[in-house]
């Protein structure tokens, strides 16, 4: 007796991009009522004028919950035709249960498989990876992905270093079957030797036990050292693999990490003008696994970016983690 195997379409796609942002708006002077700075240091070292936090009554719930009713509505879709949803947060404050089987259920799927990831500024890319993967293996028909994180509720508002980078939002893309193909292979991959360069002061344990606040650290410049090498580098690996050149690319949507790093992947891929670069970080702040989607959806709504581009997206964070693709915008 031999065992059946998955069968799925030949190819899949992102058939719908969406995001939501929360309604505070934060900037550089409020933040500076934290943190010795000023407005022209954090432009120069980030590009960031404003970010998003959430507000009263908002939530990374509430924000995924948005995102993703209205992917699966540019999708056509209804909820009941998601069979898989895929979370990537790191500020989901309950170890168990995730996030996605609360918000599979409020959506109103059919008992969707369902399940929560933690890969930090690279999770939306991981995401997408897993989902083109279910819908072609035939494990789903149709995927949710959201990035989705509240970043303010794990950040010192008095640490120098990390207190203006941070924000919150969400973003969400459906995946589904194609004819032809409109996702690439990931490059992905991580280095587990750095990763106390982006960490946690103190497990929630500790936190609960001694009631001190579990907040990020980060060391910035090696961060950006790795962000301008090698993740430069595995950028360029994924155009390769994706048999894209840089001259047929239409878009790049590097993770929202830094004005300054994106600069430095331009001049490694050595991209040319027509390329439309996100730039979002200016008034939406570093949206961790959020901020991809959101760039693109962005993108996408002012016309800068349109159904059919070819789009390099590429996240990176902690862990130390990174994962890309090429993707055909919806």
Not at 227 to 250: C, K, P, Q
Not at 295 to 303: E, Q, T, V
């Amino acid at each position: 007796m031999t065992v059946n195997a998955s069968s799925g379409g030949p190819f899949a796609r992102v058939l719908s991009i969406a995001s939501a942002v929360p309604s505070r708006v934060v900037d550089n002077a409020e933040m500076c009522t934290y943190i010795d700075s000023s407005d022209e240091w954090i432009q120069q070292r980030t590009g960031i004028v404003e970010r998003r936090w959430v507000a009263e009554g908002e939530d990374a719930e509430s924000l995924a919950m948005d995102a993703a009713t209205k992917a699966i509505e540019r999708a056509g879709l209804t909820a009941s035709d998601i069979d898989a949803v895929i979370v990537s947060t790191v500020s989901h404050f309950k170890q168990t249960p995730g996030l996605a089987p609360k918000l599979a259920a409020k959506l109103g799927t059919d008992g969707a498989a369902a399940f929560d990831i933690s890969a930090a500024c690279a999770g939306f890319c991981y995401g997408i990876a897993m989902g083109e993967s279910l819908v072609r293996s035939g494990a789903a028909k149709k995927a949710l992905v959201i990035g989705v994180e509240t970043l303010s509720k794990l950040t010192d508002l008095h640490d120098r270093t990390t207190a203006f980078l941070f924000a919150d939002g969400a973003g969400a893309a459906v995946i589904g079957a194609s004819d032809t193909n409109g996702i690439g292979p990931v490059v992905w991959g991580s280095d587990g030797e750095q990763s106390g360069v982006i960490d946690q002061n103190v497990d929630l344990l500790e936190s609960g036990r001694t009631g001190v606040p579990a907040v990020l650290t980060m060391e910035g410049q090696a961060v950006f050292r790795w962000a301008t090498g090698f993740i430069a580098d595995a950028a360029r690996r994924t155009l390769a693999v994706s048999g894209v050149d840089a001259t047929e690319l239409d878009v790049f949507a590097p993770h929202q990490a830094n004005n300054r790093i994106t600069d430095s992947m331009l001049r490694h891929l050595k991209l040319p003008s027509t390329v439309k670069v996100a730039r979002t970080i200016k008034t939406m702040g570093n949206n961790s696994a959020a901020s991809i989607p959101i760039a693109l959806d962005s993108m996408l709504a002012s016309g800068e970016a349109k159904s059919g581009d070819k789009a390099l997206i590429i996240g990176f964070g902690a862990g130390l983690v990174y994962a890309g693709q090429v993707i055909e915008l919806p």
